[in-house]
């Protein structure tokens, strides 16, 4: 699994279908009819476009309570199934890095995400190998000060979830999965040509975590220096900031256990007007 998928806009919501493993589709020149169909974004209405504020909208599971759980507890046991199954869909952050002494890697990572355009900032929570080990991708990051991400779309999610396997880190996973490097403009770690949008980044701060006493996850944020997107998703918004077609990008997003998101339906809500608008 990803322990190592955006919105065109602040106004739109998005909602994800599942795709276990075995039932996602290699994009490839004879892809599947099928594999194209589940590909294609439609535009729907809101799920309750009559509602008016205040108009209760209340959970369908109203009376059956909450299952409580402390995460200091003993009892409440591995955390890691109800993270990743509950927080999603969670974009991936598809990472490439260089060791100190040259040799590439590239892992994907779901516990990520963009912070902030300005400046462009990104994070992503690295945890450690079981027994404390720490992961290729933060030992080279630590080095370099230098990664780049890149984005997963549908028609190379079965490469890129091939790199996540546990390689000796001698290993170049990038030539392992079939996939394709491009140089990078600024820092040194390569591009992934399969994927139609990178960022190229520089360490700003790596916070270590632990948990009783015993250093389990770094949350590497990085400043984005470079932009890349393929001109077949280029699609500026109607005042000429830079955006992607998101129908074209095909992301996708991990949910729970070995299950990926694909985006196939985009709903738009407005922002409520401001009092006495």
Known sequence: PTGRLPRRGPNLAVCCRLIPRQARHIMSDGHSA????????????PPHPDWTPPQPQPSPFTGSGFKS?????????NLYALCISAVVPRPIAFTSTLSAD???NLSPFSYFNILSH????????????????????????EATGE??????????????????????????????AGLTPLPSHIVKPPRVAESAFHMECKVKQ???????????????MGTVVMFHVAEGVYAPT????????????QAVGRMGANDYGRVTELFELARPAR???
């Open 34 to 45: 099928k594999a194209s169909e589940a590909s294609k974004l439609i535009k729907v209405s």
């Open 69 to 77: 759980l402390d995460p200091a507890s003993k009892d409440t046991g």
């Open 102 to 104: 040259g040799v590439q």
């Open 118 to 141: 300005k400046p462009p900032t990104v994070a992503i929570g690295i945890c450690r190998k079981p027994g404390g080990a720490k992961k290729d991708t933060i030992v080279n990051i």
């Open 147 to 176: 990664f780049v991400v890149n984005i997963i779309s549908d028609w190379f999610v079965e490469a890129a979830n091939h790199t996540c396997g546990d390689f000796p880190s001698e290993d170049n996973e990038m030539e392992l």
């Open 206 to 220: 790596i916070i270590p975590l632990e948990d009783d006493g015993q250093p389990t996850t770094e949350i590497v």
């Open 238 to 249: 109607p005042s000429g900031s830079p955006a992607v077609d998101n129908a074209k990008f």
């Open 275 to 277: 009092p006495g608008q």
